[in-house]
């Protein structure tokens, strides 16, 4: 299972986009790249999911680059509510994997 | 559609006894997944279950178990607590083992 490395925290301003950055340098070719965000006290929310390129949904972008090491989360105008921890996670899309969560970064959004 | 469910919310335990926690998944998944969450440990992989069948299991002891019955609801049980037990524990549910994981909003255990 590839292991992911993200930033601890990052701080921003209400308004501003926010690029959060996952290095998986293990990444295999079955492996999808997935985002989930979590407040206190709740269960993670997906975000987004993506193998390669570009693809984005109502909430958030995510850019992969051709070799696939590493992965941007780019949220758009980050209101003080995206404050909370974002997780990356590499899994295996051929079914039963084990989802390992890393650290996470917690996203402070300031006004 | 509800989401995922699980009950109770917050329990409270003693050392040495055991403890039953219950995860109803969205109607239509298969895959049950069970986490333990801890400010020191973050969110850990405790097992999987797929059509009643645990698939994959992470790296705790035997005290932890589980288990899923035929319309995909899950149980994980937990003997002779320990301290060091006291944590969330999340359920999360998938159509299928690689598609993206629903999580419940959890059970918190606490330890005495």
């Not at chain 1, 990444?27 to 193998?51: E, V």
């Not at chain 2, 998944?29 to 698939?55: C, D, K, N």
Request: positive net charge.
């Amino acid at each position: 299972l590839a292991k992911t490395t993200q930033p601890i925290s990052m701080d921003s301003y209400e308004g501003q986009e926010v690029n959060i950055t996952c290095s998986h340098n293990n990444i295999a070719t079955n492996d999808y790249i997935t985002w989930y965000q979590q407040f206190p006290s709740q269960g993670p929310r997906f975000i987004i999911q993506g193998y390669k390129t570009k693809v984005t949904n109502e909430v958030a972008s995510l850019f992969i680059p051709a070799d696939r090491k590493s992965s941007t989360l780019s949220l758009p105008r980050v209101s003080l509510s995206d404050t909370a921890v974002y997780y990356c996670l590499v899994g295996d899309i051929s079914g039963g994997f084990k989802t390992i969560f890393g650290a996470g970064t917690r996203l402070f959004v300031k006004a | 559609k509800a989401g995922v469910t699980q009950t109770p919310r917050y329990l409270i335990k003693t050392r040495g006894q055991q403890v039953t926690l219950s995860c109803s998944p969205i109607s239509g998944h298969r895959s049950v997944s069970w986490y333990q969450q801890t400010p020191g440990q973050g969110l850990q992989f405790l097992f999987e279950y797929f059509s009643e069948t645990q698939r994959n299991k992470g790296n705790f002891p035997g005290r932890f178990s589980g288990r899923q019955f035929s319309n995909s609801r899950s149980e994980m049980n937990v003997s002779t607590l320990e301290l060091g037990d006291s944590a969330l524990y999340l359920c999360a549910s998938s159509f299928r083992g690689d598609s993206p994981l629903h999580f419940g909003n959890g059970t918190r255990l606490t330890v005495t």
